[in-house]
């Protein structure tokens, strides 16, 4: 039986790196982001954190963090943009702008 080489972690640049992601995510399982990331590119979960928000994938990051800690999610319209965003279950309207900083 022959042994299966081990891969080797990506050496890219920043923008190389991007480029490269965004055609490993478009056929990766949506399962565990973060890690595959980090994993994968050879990064801090920080860095991975930030491109993965850069690459757009900014609620799948929230929704397996939710999912992880085992709290159930949904999206709510944030009633100023008008954009949908993922939050805990049963969260206020005020509560938006806590959570997402981002308005």
Wanted: proline residues 3%.
């Amino acid at each position: 039986m022959t042994k299966r080489k081990r891969q080797s972690k990506k050496k890219f640049s920043g923008k190389e790196r991007l480029s490269d992601a965004k055609k490993w995510l478009a056929k990766y399982p949506q399962t565990n982001l973060l890690c595959a990331y980090s994993k994968r590119y050879g990064v801090n979960k920080t860095i991975a954190d930030e491109e993965l928000t850069t690459l757009g994938y900014y609620d799948e990051l929230f929704i397996q963090h939710y999912e992880k800690e085992g709290i159930e999610w949904e999206y709510k319209v944030e009633p100023l943009s008008g954009d949908m965003v993922v939050v805990p279950k049963d969260t206020e309207e005020h509560e938006l702008y806590e959570i997402h900083g981002l308005f």
